[in-house]
């Protein structure tokens, strides 16, 4: 059984820097890609940033530059380091992934992002 867990998130000043984690189990984890979604109120949920097994990385635009993603595949781990946070960055942030051999997607429980301006 696939299982996400998402921690990390808090209330931080605009400026600040928070570091999200994802454990994940049930899966072969270091040849999975994982990404991070973020929901902000009244809107859908986006794409932040995608880390490939190889470790090849992707974000949005809205994140380039202050975002980054990695991943520690013995501890079948995947974070988001996120500096320069702006108020637009609030949301809650899912780490997520999706099954290699049937197109399952898998989410984590979320985890709350506040930056106050």
């Known amino acids: 059984q696939v299982q996400l867990v998402d921690s990390g998130g808090g209330l931080v000043q605009t400026g600040g820097s928070l570091r999200l984690s994802c454990v994940a189990s049930?899966?072969?984890?270091?040849?999975?890609?994982m990404d991070w979604y973020r929901q902000a109120p009244g809107k859908q949920r986006e794409l932040v940033a995608t880390?490939?097994?190889?470790?090849?990385?992707n974000y949005a635009d809205s994140v380039k530059g202050r975002f980054t993603i990695s991943r520690d595949n013995a501890m079948s781990t995947v974070y988001l380091q996120m500096n320069t946070l702006k108020p637009e960055d609030t949301g809650v942030y899912y780490c997520?992934?999706?099954?290699?051999?049937?197109?399952?997607?898998?989410w984590g429980q979320g985890t709350q992002v506040t930056v106050s301006s």
């Open positions: 997520h992934t999706r099954g290699r051999i049937i197109p399952v997607d898998y």
């Open positions: 880390i490939a097994g190889g470790g090849s990385t």
């Open positions: 049930g899966i072969i984890f270091g040849v999975t890609t």
